[in-house]
Each structure stands twice: as structure tokens, then as C-alpha cells.
């Protein structure tokens, strides 16, 4: 999910030749952004969708070392 929503960060027929460049007065940047910004359960209003899915892969995948860490 991640890879697309930087690459349309990157569209250079949406954000124009200056695409790559920072800037941070950027017109239509706040409505458009796609960026993801929260801490825990605060946000600024957006909250990764794939918030729980992730959380629930990292809670497997520690238990899961740490069984094969024990043997």
C-alpha cells in the first residue's frame, strides 16, 4: 500500500515538473496529500487504513521469533 501512494506523491502530471522537488507552500498539498500522520490514536483526521492489519502482523511475527528464539 505503501509504494503506491508514494508514487502518486511523485506524479509529475498531477503535481507538475516540480514534483520532486519540496516544497512545502505546495498549491492543493494539504486536500491531496497521501501521506498518513497519527500516533497512536491521535491523528490529524487521516489514520492509516491498514492500521490493525499491520499491528496484528508485527504481534505475529514477535511471537513468532521469540518461540524460535527459545528452542
Known amino acids: 500500500m505503501l509504494i503506491p501512494m508514494i508514487l502518486g506523491l511523485l506524479d509529475e502530471s498531477f503535481w507538475g515538473s516540480t514534483a520532486y522537488e519540496f516544497n512545502a507552500k505546495r498549491e492543493n498539498l494539504c486536500p491531496y496529500h497521501m501521506g498518513f500522520h497519527s500516533v ?32
Open 40 to 71: 497512536g490514536d491521535r491523528s490529524a483526521g487521516r489514520i492509516y487504513p491498514g492500521k490493525d492489519i499491520a499491528i496484528n502482523m508485527l504481534v505475529y511475527v514477535i511471537t513468532t521469533v521469540g518461540r524460535v528464539r527459545r528452542f
